[in-house]
C-alpha cells in the first residue's frame, strides 16, 4: 500500500524498493509485480519490467493489460521482432483489440516500412474510430509525406476526440499554413497556447507566422518568450533582430545581430543585415567595410561551394541550427506515438513547483513550526527542553523556519525583549541571567537584530564557555549575517564554523549540529564535506527529514543521481512532500 502511495506521488524508485519488500513476504500477488513494472518502465528499466509482467502473466494469463504493457515494453527496448511476437498473440486472443494495431503501426514505423505502419492503423481506426491518438499517429505519417490535405482532416478528428491537446493544434497550424490557409493556422496556435501558455514550437512559429502576415510587434513579443525559456537560442535572436529592424529599433537590431556574428562570425546574411542597419543609422563607414568583409569571405568561400537556399515553405527540426533556416517553420526532432501504458495510478502533489534550493539551518524559535512543516516529526533537543523547565522564560523550539515579522509579531517580539532587559537588570546571580540572555538572543534572532543577538551570545558564552545552545544559536546568526566584523570592525576571533566545530567536540551525538556544519559546507560549495556531516546527522538521528532532503540535493549536484532520489524519497516518506516534485523534475530532465 505504502508502494502504491508512493507511485501516487512519482517517488518511481521508492515504489520499486516497497514493491519488491512486499514481493519477499509474498512473492504471488498479481498486482504486486504490475505495479513494480510500471515503476519500472517510469525509470527506464524496460527489461526487468518485462521480467514482471512475463511473472505476472504466468499467474494471469487471461489479463490483457499485462499482455500489453509487456508489448509496449519491447518496442521501447527495441526488441521489435519480439514485439510482433506478442502483438500476434494479443490479435489471436482479442481479435477485436484495436490498440494492437496501433502497437504495431508504432514498431513499423520505427523498423521504417510506413506502408504497413499505414494499413495497421487503418485497421485500429476501422476496429475503434474514436481513439484520437490513433487519429493523431496517423497524421503524423501524412505530415512526413507532406500530404498537408489529409494530414488537416485526420488532426480534425484527433482534435474533436481530444480537444486539450495543443500538440495537436500546433501539427494543424503547420497542416494549414503549408495550404496557404494562414488565418486558420494562426487560430490553431492561438488555442494551442491557450491550452499549453510554456510551448516552445506555439511561440517561435506564431512569431514567424506573424512576421509573416505583418504583425511586426506581436511577433517580437512571441520571440521574446521563446527567448525567455532559451536564452541563448541564435534563431530566435536573428528573428527578433528582423522584425527590431523592421519596427525602426535599430539600436536593439545591431545589439541581436551582434549576439549572433559574434557566434557565427561567417552568418554572411547576418552581416549584411547590420551593415543595413549601419547605413540607416547614418554609419556609412562601418556599413561599407561590413559589405567589403562579406564580398572577400564570399570570394573565398566559393573554393568550397556555394551555401544552399531554403524555400518559404520548408521547415526544419528543432535541433538544426543551420542559420540560414532562420525564417523556416519548427518541428520537434522526433514525433514518436505517444505510448500509454495500462494503469490506474496517478498522481499530483509532484505536479507542484518547488525550488531546487537547501532547507535553512536548524535553529531556536519563538514559534513552533507551521505549515507543511508542521507534519515533520518534532524537532527535540534535551538542553532546551530544561531550558524551557526554567518557566522563566517562554517556550522555544527548534525549527528551521524564519519566524513571520507582520506587525503582531513584531510589536510582540520588542515587548518581550524589553522586559527581558528588565529583568536581567534585577538578576541576582549569573544563574538566573543565563536563561534571560538566552532567550533575548533568540527574540533577537527572531527580530533579525543579529548584532543584539551576538552580543547576548557572547556574555553568556563568557560566563559558561560550554554551553552548546548559545554556541550553536551564535553560529546561525553569523552565518546569517554574513560572518559579522566586531564593534571595531575587525575580525571577531571566532566564526559559525569555529563555533559548529566547539559545539559538536562537547556534544558528539547532536544531529542538529552536523546539519547546521552541513548546511554551512553546502553554502560554501563544499558538498562532498556536506555529504559526510549530513550523515552524520542521520546517523545520530535517522528521522531528520530536513538532512535526507538536503543530502538528497547535495548528491543530485555531485551527480550521484539514484542515491540523491533514494534520500529524497525518504525525505517524502518523512513529511517534505516538495521532494516529490524534485524527483519527478530530475527524472524530467535526464528523459530530456
Known amino acids: 500500500m505504502r508502494g ?39 525509470q527506464g528499466k524496460f527489461a526487468d519490467a518485462v521480467s514482471d509482467y512475463t511473472r505476472a502473466i504466468s499467474f494471469t494469463p487471461d489479463n490483457r493489460g499485462l499482455w500489453h504493457n509487456r508489448a509496449l515494453c519491447h518496442i521501447q527496448n527495441k526488441e521489435y521482432e519480439q514485439a510482433l511476437l506478442e502483438l500476434d498473440t494479443i490479435s489471436m486472443r482479442w481479435s477485436n483489440y484495436a490498440p494492437a494495431y496501433s502497437m504495431r503501426a508504432d514498431v513499423h514505423m520505427q523498423m521504417k516500412d510506413t506502408a504497413t505502419a499505414i494499413t495497421c492503423l487503418e485497421k485500429s481506426l476501422e476496429l475503434d474510430p474514436y481513439d484520437g491518438k490513433t487519429w493523431g499517429v496517423r497524421s503524423m505519417i501524412s505530415m512526413q509525406r507532406k500530404e498537408w490535405k489529409q494530414a488537416e482532416q485526420q488532426l480534425d ?17 503547420l497542416a494549414r499554413y503549408n495550404q496557404n490557409n494562414l488565418r486558420g493556422a494562426m487560430a490553431d496556435y492561438d488555442m494551442a497556447l491557450e491550452i499549453e501558455p510554456n510551448n516552445f514550437l506555439g511561440h517561435y512559429n506564431r512569431g514567424l507566422l506573424r512576421a509573416d ?8 513579443l512571441d520571440f521574446e518568450f521563446v527567448l525567455n525559456l532559451e536564452p541563448d537560442n541564435m534563431l530566435a535572436i536573428f528573428n527578433r533582430a528582423v522584425l527590431l529592424e523592421r519596427t525602426g529599433d535599430l539600436k536593439g537590431a545591431v545589439r541581436d545581430y551582434s549576439r549572433v556574428i559574434d557566434e557565427y562570425p561567417n552568418f554572411f546574411t547576418g552581416i549584411l543585415y547590420r551593415a543595413r542597419c549601419y547605413r540607416r543609422m547614418g554609419l556609412t563607414a562601418k556599413a ?26 520548408s521547415q526544419r527540426k528543432r535541433s538544426d541550427l543551420d542559420l540560414e533556416k532562420y525564417a523556416e517553420m519548427v518541428v520537434d526532432d522526433a514525433e514518436e506515438p505517444e505510448r500509454e501504458y495500462l494503469s490506474e495510478y496517478r ?53 528551521c523556519q524564519q519566524a513571520s515579522l507582520d506587525t503582531s509579531h513584531a510589536t510582540d517580539y520588542f515587548a518581550y525583549a524589553d522586559s527581558l532587559s528588565a529583568a536581567i537588570g534585577t538578576a541576582g546571580s549569573m544563574h538566573h541571567t543565563i536563561p534571560l540572555l538566552m532567550a533575548r538572543a533568540v527574540t533577537y534572532s527572531q527580530l533579525r ?14 560566563a559558561d564557555s560550554t554551553n552548546v545552545l548559545a554556541l550553536w544559536l551564535r553560529a546561525v546568526c553569523l552565518t546569517r549575517e554574513g560572518q559579522m566584523p566586531g564593534a571595531d570592525g575587525k575580525p571577531k576571533a571566532y566564526s559559525a564554523r569555529s563555533d559548529m566545530d566547539k559545539a559538536i567536540r562537547l556534544s558528539q551525538s547532536h544531529a542538529y549540529l552536523y546539519y547546521n556544519r552541513a548546511c554551512l559546507s553546502a553554502s ?34 555531485a551527480g550521484q543521481k539514484a542515491e540523491g532520489v533514494a534520500d529524497l524519497s525518504k525525505a517524502g516518506e518523512l513529511g517534505i512532500y516538495q521532494a516529490y516534485s524534485i524527483i519527478k523534475k530530475n527524472r524530467e530532465n535526464v528523459t530530456k
Open 4 to 42: 502504491i502511495d508512493i507511485y501516487f506521488l512519482d517517488d518511481f524508485s521508492g515504489a520499486e524498493k516497497d514493491c519488491s519488500e512486499a514481493i519477499d513476504r509474498n512473492p504471488f500477488v498479481v498486482a504486486i509485480y504490475e505495479l513494480r513494472g510500471l515503476s519500472r518502465i517510469q
Open 449 to 462: 537584530d543579529y548584532a543584539s543577538a551576538i552580543t547576548d551570545l557572547d556574555a553568556l558564552l563568557e
Open 288 to 313: 561599407e567595410l561590413e559589405e567589403f568583409n562579406v564580398y572577400k569571405k564570399q570570394l573565398y568561400q566559393r573554393l568550397y561551394g556555394i551555401q544552399p537556399k531554403f524555400g518559404r515553405r
Open 213 to 220: 502576415v505583418g504583425d511586426d510587434n506581436r511577433a517580437i
Open 347 to 399: 498522481g499530483r502533489v509532484q505536479d507542484r513547483k518547488a525550488d531546487t534550493e537547501l532547507l535553512p539551518m536548524l535553529s531556536l524559535s519563538l514559534q513552533p513550526q507551521t505549515g507543511s512543516a508542521s507534519l515533520l516529526p518534532l524537532h527535540y533537543d534535551p538542553a532546551l527542553d530544561e531550558l524551557n523547565a526554567t518557566r522563566s522564560v517562554r517556550t522555544m523550539y527548534v525549527s
Open 524 to 557: 560554501e560549495g563544499n558538498n562532498e564535506a556536506a555529504i559526510g556531516d549530513f550523515t552524520l546527522a542521520l546517523q545520530a538521528d535517522p528521522n531528520l527529514a530536513e538532512a535526507y532532503y538536503n543530502r538528497g540535493l547535495c548528491r543530485l549536484l
Open 157 to 173: 478528428k484527433a482534435i474533436h476526440l481530444l480537444p486539450k491537446r495543443g500538440g495537436y493544434y500546433i501539427n494543424r497550424a
